[in-house]
């Protein structure tokens, strides 16, 4: 597969080679298309031939018949299964409600004008859902092969932030995506690339399963080498087709609406993300269900402006986010300068004021209780097992550090200790309520690098520069666990403060790092005779927790622990366990062997990744090494003395 640098590269000579050409784009990336079309499609006839060529020849062959008969009919089902996958779809209608003919009766005038003027294909549905988005989804009956049917999803929370006129904004740029009137090839590309995204998706996951598994491996080659190529042309014809829908909705609003609809949505965003909805989980630690009137908060929210210093914050992320080559949207800056008006105007006047009136009110009319009151109940339910289990765990997390002794011990608990303690108050009631707990191993362990990584982050999320050191230093350190997240959190913070090369060169080194995690699972999925073995070096206590769970297994005989040297992530340490059971008649010994190396890795714990294997099994090399050292036997049944 291309790595993210190599696919940045491409999307870059894609715009330079065509810059102020989207037709000329639109023209190749649809040679593209066909490209992939000509080959799953020319394989699925393939395979259908050759089957039906081998069922014949079996039919009229004596001796050999039958084999041939087989062949035939599994390449034909082969076939037919890449042929199903071509134009079947999933038919079930999105999830949302739908607004009734006889209700919101604006809204649908609004829509409805919208649809003559713009020339959009009827819709199925208007769909509203507790989202902040609004969006066309189309479902295509025959896969790739189209005849689709589309809906309009509004998002409640988005009509309670925004005035009709850029909600009306909104609406337009969506119904221009699928606009006959401006079907230039982009927008004709635009309904075509998710059917194909879809059928690709499914291929790449199924294609190396069951009845098509010896055909997957070269279709899989095809697209691993195909999608990335493809969709380096897509990203870069789809965002040109939102500056083209942005100015469908210029055209049939004004460029001042559709301006500000973009830096008002973006803005809100923000707030929602890291401000309104952390207050709604929060109340997990005090109530044991989630409120019924989320809509009647998000009113509230909209009205009252945030705290200046994170609004602040917000609106400089706003306009200086850059995006990265996986993008299919421009950045809003660029969004809003296009459309004839400037960024920088949008930051200088802040936070955008609530509207004087919510398109909620205007376009829903007196529908809009009975539609609030659906999402409320929506919500509610989508997240009530979720909500339940983290009053659960914070409830539980209360009364384990009510119950514990005095604070002063705190001096003498081990690292290990008060990272747990963190993890469980972290887990149950946010990072922000752990701070203090993240302090304390740090107190106890300066180096301790979970601690670090959450420290980072929490700095970085309060617009707090230090956060950086801590996460750059996390991802220096290579460290399989947390090295990662350090590094995609980095990525997205310099993203949307506009530090582009930052962005890349984190981007880089994630791929290195990803690189190098591949090849470290590599060499924890194998062990050899030929591997080099060290002393387990565990202490006794973790050693006797290893064979009281050997004991209780009646049919291990004995055992040998080792460590195997591993070239990446070293301090992850990859321990082999060697055991063996007595012959006996009836069952077989290899497996029984099989059936303990289960058990065994569902009851044992250690300090690092572990592998077990036996004389019997596949890495029976292994297990013969470790056996030839007597210092690593560490259970004998026979032996009483045995540790």
């Not at 209608?93 to 609004?110: D, Q, S, V, Y």
């Not at 982009?186 to 194909?196: G, K, L, P, T, V």
């Not at 830096?263 to 109340?283: Q, S, V």
């Not at 009836?586 to 569902?602: F, Q, V, Y």
Request: proline share 5%; with cysteine.
């Amino acid at each position: 597969m291309m790595d993210r640098g190599r696919f940045d590269e491409l999307v870059e000579a894609m715009e330079r080679r065509f810059d102020g050409r989207p037709e000329a784009l639109a023209r190749h990336t649809w040679r593209w298309l066909m490209m992939g079309y000509a080959v799953v499609i020319s394989l699925t006839a393939v395979l259908a031939g050759i089957g039906l060529t081998l069922f014949v020849a079996g039919i009229l062959t004596t001796g050999f018949g039958f084999p041939l008969i087989l062949a035939g009919v599994l390449l034909m089902t082969a076939g037919l299964a890449h042929f199903l996958a071509l134009v079947m779809a999933d038919l079930a209608p999105p999830k949302g409600r739908e607004i009734l003919p006889n209700e919101a009766p604006e809204l649908h005038k609004l829509v409805n004008l919208l649809r003559e003027d713009l020339d959009v294909p009827v819709l199925s549905g208007i769909l509203v859902t507790a989202d902040f988005n609004a969006s066309i989804i189309q479902q295509s009956r025959l896969g790739i092969f189209g005849w689709s049917r589309q809906w309009l999803i509004v998002g409640i929370p988005l009509m309670l932030a925004t005035s009709p006129q850029e909600l009306a904004s909104v609406l337009a740029h969506e119904c221009g995506h699928l606009s006959r009137k401006h079907g230039d090839d982009s927008n004709r590309f635009y309904r075509m690339h998710h059917a194909w995204q879809q059928l690709f998706d499914g291929i790449r996951r199924n294609s190396s399963h069951g009845i098509v598994r010896f055909a997957g491996s070269l279709l899989v080659q095809f697209l691993n080498w195909y999608w990335p190529r493809f969709n380096a042309r897509a990203f870069l014809l789809s965002r040109y087709n939102e500056f083209q829908a942005d100015r469908i909705a210029a055209d049939s609003t004004t460029p001042e609406f559709a301006a500000s609809a973009l830096w008002r949505i973006e803005c809100t965003a923000h707030y929602l993300d890291n401000d309104f909805w952390k207050a709604i989980w929060k109340l997990t630690g005090t109530q044991p269900a989630p409120p019924g009137d989320l809509c009647d908060r998000l009113r509230l929210a909209f009205r009252d402006a945030p705290i200046s210093a994170n609004a602040s914050r917000w609106c400089e992320q706003s306009l200086k986010r850059v995006i990265s080559q996986e993008d299919s949207h421009p950045s809003l800056s660029d969004r809003v300068n296009a459309l004839g008006r400037c960024a920088e105007e949008f930051h200088r006047e802040g936070f955008p004021d609530p509207p004087p009136q919510t398109a909620a009110d205007r376009l829903l009319g007196t529908d809009v209780s009975i539609l609030e009151d659906f999402i409320n109940r929506e919500w509610r339910s989508t997240v009530t097992s979720t909500w339940r289990d983290r009053h659960r765990r914070i409830t539980a997390v209360r009364r384990l550090t009510s119950s514990s002794p005095d604070p002063s011990r705190a001096s003498t608990r081990s690292a290990a200790e008060l990272w747990a303690q963190a993890r469980r108050v972290a887990d149950a009631q946010g990072w922000d309520a752990a701070e203090s707990e993240f302090r304390q191993v740090l107190s106890c362990q300066p180096d301790h690098v979970g601690a670090t990584f959450a420290l980072g982050q929490l700095h970085l999320i309060r617009g707090d520069a230090g956060g950086e050191d801590l996460l750059a230093y996390v991802m220096g350190l290579q460290h399989r666990e947390w090295s990662q997240p350090a590094g995609q959190l980095l990525e997205r913070h310099y993203t949307s403060t506009g530090r582009k090369s930052e962005a890349r060169e984190i981007r880089r080194q994630l791929d290195t790092f990803e690189k190098l995690r591949t090849e470290a699972e590599k060499e924890r999925s194998d062990v050899r005779r030929s591997d080099l073995f060290v002393a387990h070096g565990l202490s006794p206590a973790e050693l006797k927790q290893i064979t009281a769970v050997l004991f209780k297994q009646e049919q291990c005989t004995v055992a040998w622990l080792a460590q195997k040297m591993v070239k990446h992530f070293p301090d992850d340490r990859f321990f082999v366990l060697a055991v063996d059971t007595e012959k006996k008649a009836g069952e077989s010994r290899a497996n029984r062997n099989d059936r303990m190396i289960t058990s065994l890795m569902l009851q044992l714990a250690l300090p690092g990744r572990l592998f077990v294997v036996t004389p019997t099994g596949e890495f029976r090399g292994a297990a013969v090494r470790l056996a030839e050292v007597p210092e690593w036997k560490i259970f004998d049944r026979q032996d009483p003395h045995s540790v």
